[in-house]
Every structure is written in structure tokens, then in C-alpha cells.
């Protein structure tokens, strides 16, 4: 079975980057009585962990926002391999060794992304101005890149017959249909009882269930679940554990077996499965197969985005302020990833199957997708990914009283 993206499916895509849920500071409290104050607490260092209060789902933070270093970096680094696997795709059915790095990547920086994902999504509810954030930082984009990669599709593969269809997510936007549906659903799992293994069965029904179908790419929606729901529930000293200097010492040996186990795997089985599109019939595997792969791949997922949380940095970085621009990376790229293959230069050019070759394609990769997320490309493309879009919602009943109350005169 081949490995490589297929131009005219529409789930040949894997992956993408991650938008913070909106977490609008609570209005002032009224001051205490001195008699009832409550002292203040001895001072300390702030939790390097702590994550930073944000608007909302959209990359860009008001003023007097403060953002979080360490979730900035991971988004960004995370983005970079996003973009280094598309790249390495079309090179593994030539290269055992681009092979087995795609399986290593693919093995984690897609829960890493969702995991943060549902960290940041802690404080969701069905508060007004949070559903409208999720609208027009996830439903609007993603119909609005569903329609731009429809477009491009007819144009470049010169397939006039492509549909668009806002129910069958084509390439990266089934993300963002995914993120809409696992946020609808967070104040469901604040109620259950241990809800991780909960996520964990719904998955593995999943992967049994080949009935399904295509709508809303429900599989990925579904298989993936379990990195969300981890995410709603771990805390800032979770993340502080990984940090430890001792766990990135031990992250290179995993990640070295990580490597060596993937390479030694690469001819013996499919990467499909590290992107949870198909069920184990429609791979051709009893059920039963596909309950133990959704569990080993559950087990070495959270592993190694440990691992890769414990190496990146805590502190501001050259890159840091690209980790709010990691939506318009992810979805932009995707023009360039997909053109690639309709136009064939992976197969023009011959020389870039060797090892000369694939060190350019990741270097171009990484430099592509670092430059769609600096904030020109952010400034020009904001229209589509963060529209205000005032004109389309009624005004909060208690935003209007917040304002009359506070209006001269009154």
C-alpha cells in the first residue's frame, strides 16, 4: 500500500496547528472590606507552565494580553513538522529513512496539537461572546479554506468536476471541523466520570465501526478524541513535570528507539493509521486489530509528545511570536503541499529523492511555513481567519448594560 498522498482523495492530509479557546477575563469584582481582605500570598516565581489568559480562538492577542512563552514555541515547532511531513510524503515510497521519520512525526505532533487544543479549551462554555469566537475562528475559516481548496483543485489538478461539499472536509480543513465538534462537546466531559478512558472507548468503537462514513470526517473526529479530552484535563504543573531536566535527558533515548522501531516497521506495515481516517475493516485487518493499534498508538503518542514538550523551550525565542500565526501556516501551506503534487515536481525532478534533495525540501518546508506565520501574512490573510463580523450577531444583553452603566451621565 502506498504512502504517499493521493491528489484526488480527500482525506490524503493529515494535520495541523491548534487555536486557543477563549477565555475572556472575568468582569471586576467589587473591593473588600479590610476587615475581610484576604492576605495577600507570599510572593513566588509564576509557574512557567501557567497559560496566558486569551480572547479567543483567533492567533492574534489583544494589548495587555500576556501570552505564554512555552505554549507559543510548542505550537510553532509543532507547525514545522506538520509542514516537514507533507514535504516527506512524497519521498518515503523511495526512502526507508524518510519513511520512518514520517512515522515518528506523524506518531505525535498531531496529538501534541490537540492536546493543547483542549488545554487551552478548559474554560469553553455556551457563554455568548465564546460561541461567537468559535464561529468566526473556526466555522467561518474552515468554510471559507473548504471553498478556497475546492477552487485550487479545479484549477491546478484541472478537475472541474471537484464538488464542494461543506459535509466531506478536503486535505487540512477537517481540523477545523473537528476542533468546532470536540469544543461543542467540552462541557459534556466535565460531567462524566473519567472521561479520558470514556474518549478512549469511543475511539475504539470507532475504529470498529466502518459504517461510519465520510460526513464531517467523523473517524479522525472521533479516533482523535481522546488527545482533547486529555488536554481538558491536565494542569500547568502537568507540563511543569516534562520539563524537568531529567525528562529531557530521557527523551533522546526514546526518541532514538522511536526512530530505530520505525525504521525497522516501515516496510511491515501502513502509516495509515497514524492519520485515524479508516477503520480496521476498511484497512483490511480483523476489528480486533484496530482495538490494539488504537490503544499501542494512544500509549506511544502520549510518549513521545511528552517527550517532545519536555524539549521545548520556556523561554521568549526569535519564534515565539510566530505561535500565534500557526493557523494561517497550517492552512496556507497547504496550497504549496498540494500544488507540488498536481504540478509533479516530485517526479520532474529526480534528484530530489536523494539524500542532497530531501535535506532542501525540509529546509524549503520550514522556511515556507515559518514565513506564513509572521504577522504580514497574518495582517493580509485576517480577513478570512479572524473576521470580526459584528454585522452577523445581536449584541449581549449584558455587554449593552455593562456600557449604559458605565456611559457619562449615568
Same mark, same amino acid.
Given at each position: 500500500?502506498?504512502?504517499?498522498?493521493?491528489?484526488?482523495? +480527500? !482525506?490524503?492530509? /493529515?494535520? =495541523?496547528?491548534?487555536?486557543?479557546?477563549?477565555?475572556? *477575563? @472575568?468582569?471586576? #469584582? $467589587?473591593?473588600?472590606?479590610? +476587615? !475581610?481582605?484576604? /492576605?495577600? =500570598?507570599?510572593?513566588?516565581?509564576?509557574?512557567?507552565? *501557567? @497559560?496566558?489568559? #486569551? $480572547?479567543?480562538?483567533?492567533?492574534?492577542?489583544?494589548?495587555?494580553?500576556?501570552?505564554?512563552?512555552?505554549?507559543?514555541?510548542?505550537?510553532?515547532?509543532?507547525?514545522?513538522?506538520?509542514?516537514?511531513?507533507?514535504?516527506?510524503?512524497?519521498?518515503?515510497?523511495?526512502?526507508?529513512?524518510?519513511?520512518?521519520?514520517?512515522?515518528?512525526?506523524?506518531?505525535?505532533?498531531?496529538?501534541?496539537?490537540?492536546?493543547?487544543?483542549?488545554?487551552?479549551?478548559?474554560?469553553?462554555?455556551?457563554?455568548?461572546?465564546?460561541?461567537?469566537?468559535?464561529?468566526?475562528?473556526?466555522?467561518?475559516?474552515?468554510?471559507?479554506?473548504?471553498?478556497?481548496?475546492?477552487?485550487?483543485?479545479?484549477?491546478?489538478?484541472?478537475?472541474?468536476?471537484?464538488?464542494?461539499?461543506?459535509?466531506?472536509?478536503?486535505?487540512?480543513?477537517?481540523?477545523?471541523?473537528?476542533?468546532?465538534?470536540?469544543?461543542?462537546?467540552?462541557?459534556?466531559?466535565?460531567?462524566?466520570?473519567?472521561?479520558?478512558?470514556?474518549?478512549?472507548?469511543?475511539?475504539?468503537?470507532?475504529?470498529?465501526?466502518?459504517?461510519?462514513?465520510?460526513?464531517?470526517?467523523?473517524?479522525?473526529?472521533?479516533?482523535?478524541?481522546?488527545?482533547?479530552?486529555?488536554?481538558?484535563?491536565?494542569?500547568?504543573?502537568?507540563?511543569?513535570?516534562?520539563?524537568?531536566?531529567?525528562?529531557?535527558?530521557?527523551?533522546?533515548?526514546?526518541?532514538?528507539?522511536?526512530?530505530?522501531?520505525?525504521?525497522?516497521?516501515?516496510?511491515?506495515?501502513?502509516?495509515?493509521?497514524?492519520?485515524?481516517?479508516?477503520?480496521?475493516?476498511?484497512?483490511?485487518?480483523?476489528?480486533?486489530?484496530?482495538?490494539?493499534?488504537?490503544?499501542?498508538?494512544?500509549?506511544?503518542?502520549?510518549?513521545?509528545?511528552?517527550?517532545?514538550?519536555?524539549?521545548?523551550?520556556?523561554?521568549?525565542?526569535?519564534?515565539?511570536?510566530?505561535?500565534?500565526?500557526?493557523?494561517?501556516?497550517?492552512?496556507?501551506?497547504?496550497?504549496?503541499?498540494?500544488?507540488?503534487?498536481?504540478?509533479?515536481?516530485?517526479?520532474?525532478?529526480?534528484?530530489?529523492?536523494?539524500?542532497?534533495?530531501?535535506?532542501?525540501?525540509?529546509?524549503?518546508?520550514?522556511?515556507?511555513?515559518?514565513?506564513?506565520?509572521?504577522?504580514?501574512?497574518?495582517?493580509?490573510?485576517?480577513?478570512?481567519?479572524?473576521?470580526?463580523?459584528?454585522?452577523?450577531?445581536?449584541?449581549?444583553?449584558?455587554?449593552?448594560?455593562?456600557?449604559?452603566?458605565?456611559?457619562?451621565?449615568?
Amino acid at each position: 500500500m502506498t504512502h504517499s498522498v493521493q491528489p484526488h482523495g +480527500r !482525506h490524503r492530509a /493529515p494535520l =495541523p496547528p491548534v487555536q486557543e479557546a477563549p477565555a475572556t *477575563a @472575568p468582569g471586576p #469584582r $467589587p473591593a473588600r472590606s479590610p +476587615r !475581610h481582605a484576604v /492576605p495577600p =500570598p507570599a510572593p513566588h516565581a509564576p509557574h512557567p507552565a *501557567a @497559560p496566558a489568559r #486569551r $480572547p479567543g480562538p483567533g492567533p492574534a492577542s489583544r494589548p495587555g494580553k500576556q501570552r505564554d512563552a512555552f505554549f507559543d514555541n510548542a505550537k510553532y515547532l509543532a507547525i514545522v513538522l506538520v509542514a516537514l511531513g507533507h514535504a516527506w510524503e512524497p519521498l518515503t515510497d523511495h526512502s526507508r529513512t524518510a519513511e520512518a521519520l514520517y512515522m515518528t512525526v506523524y506518531t505525535f505532533h498531531m496529538p501534541a496539537f490537540i492536546l493543547i487544543s483542549g488545554y487551552f479549551s478548559r474554560g469553553f462554555d455556551m457563554r455568548p461572546d465564546r460561541l461567537k469566537r468559535l464561529v468566526t475562528g473556526v466555522a467561518v475559516p474552515y468554510i471559507v479554506f473548504e471553498v478556497a481548496y475546492t477552487f485550487f483543485k479545479r484549477w491546478a489538478d484541472d478537475d472541474p468536476s471537484q464538488p464542494i461539499s461543506l459535509l466531506d472536509p478536503w486535505y487540512l480543513t477537517w481540523f477545523l471541523i473537528a476542533l468546532f465538534v470536540w469544543r461543542m462537546t467540552v462541557p459534556l466531559w466535565k460531567v462524566v466520570r473519567r472521561p479520558v478512558p470514556l474518549a478512549l472507548c469511543v475511539a475504539v468503537l470507532a475504529v470498529t465501526s466502518p459504517d461510519i462514513g465520510d460526513d464531517l470526517d467523523l473517524q479522525r473526529v472521533l479516533q482523535f478524541l481522546p488527545f482533547f479530552v486529555l488536554g481538558l484535563f491536565l494542569r500547568p504543573e502537568h507540563f511543569q513535570l516534562v520539563r524537568r531536566r531529567e525528562v529531557r535527558l530521557l527523551a533522546v533515548p526514546v526518541f532514538a528507539c522511536a526512530v530505530a522501531l520505525a525504521y525497522w516497521a516501515a516496510p511491515r506495515m501502513t502509516s495509515v493509521w497514524f492519520y485515524r481516517r479508516d477503520s480496521a475493516q476498511e484497512l483490511g485487518v480483523p476489528w480486533w486489530v484496530g482495538v490494539v493499534m488504537t490503544l499501542a498508538l494512544f500509549g506511544c503518542s502520549v510518549l513521545l509528545t511528552a517527550c517532545f514538550f519536555a524539549w521545548v523551550p520556556r523561554r521568549t525565542m526569535w519564534f515565539t511570536v510566530l505561535g500565534a500565526g500557526t493557523l494561517y501556516g497550517y492552512l496556507l501551506h497547504g496550497f504549496l503541499a498540494k500544488g507540488s503534487r498536481f504540478w509533479g515536481w516530485f517526479d520532474d525532478y529526480a534528484w530530489l529523492h536523494r539524500p542532497l534533495g530531501e535535506v532542501f525540501v525540509s529546509v524549503v518546508a520550514a522556511v515556507v511555513v515559518t514565513a506564513l506565520c509572521t504577522p504580514p501574512v497574518r495582517r493580509v490573510f485576517r480577513f478570512a481567519m479572524e473576521p470580526r463580523m459584528e454585522w452577523a450577531f445581536r449584541r449581549d444583553a449584558a455587554e449593552l448594560a455593562r456600557e449604559r452603566a458605565g456611559s457619562p451621565g449615568r
